[in-house]
């Protein structure tokens, strides 16, 4: 129902910044989330940032003051300053858009990954 494509990854020396972008199409009136999500080898995936379409934000407290995240919601596109990167950063980073159905029932549509590395 939404596909998204994701640009902007890549290699950067430690203290460096990248900076991802997101774009959706499909179904994108049903979104009420966007978000980021990374998975470094051998770990599970986790929870970078997110926003709901009132603006608020979460993040994960190892990138909080370092990430951003922001949305254009006209343009369906959400995106991820990363500065201050450090080599623990390096991973998959995934684009994420969550769809809530009467209420209680959501879905999540995953973008193909990012890859950032971060050298020491």
């Known amino acids: 129902q939404v596909q998204l494509v994701e640009s902007g990854g890549g290699l950067v020396q430690a203290g460096g910044s990248l900076r991802l972008s997101c774009a959706a199409s499909?179904?994108?009136?049903?979104?009420?989330?966007m978000g980021w999500y990374r998975q470094a080898p051998g770990k599970q995936r986790e929870l970078v940032a997110t926003?709901?379409?009132?603006?608020?934000?979460n993040y994960a407290d190892s990138v909080k003051g370092r990430f951003t995240i922001s949305r254009d919601n006209a343009k369906n596109k959400a995106y991820l300053q990363m500065n201050s990167l450090k080599p623990e950063d390096t991973a998959v980073y995934y684009c994420?858009?969550?769809?809530?159905?009467?209420?209680?029932?959501?879905?999540?549509?995953w973008g193909q990954g990012a890859q950032v590395t971060v050298s020491s």
């Open positions: 926003m709901n379409n009132n603006g608020n934000t």
């Open positions: 994420n858009a969550r769809r809530v159905h009467l209420t209680l029932i959501f879905d999540d549509s």
């Open positions: 499909g179904s994108t009136f049903s979104i009420t989330a």
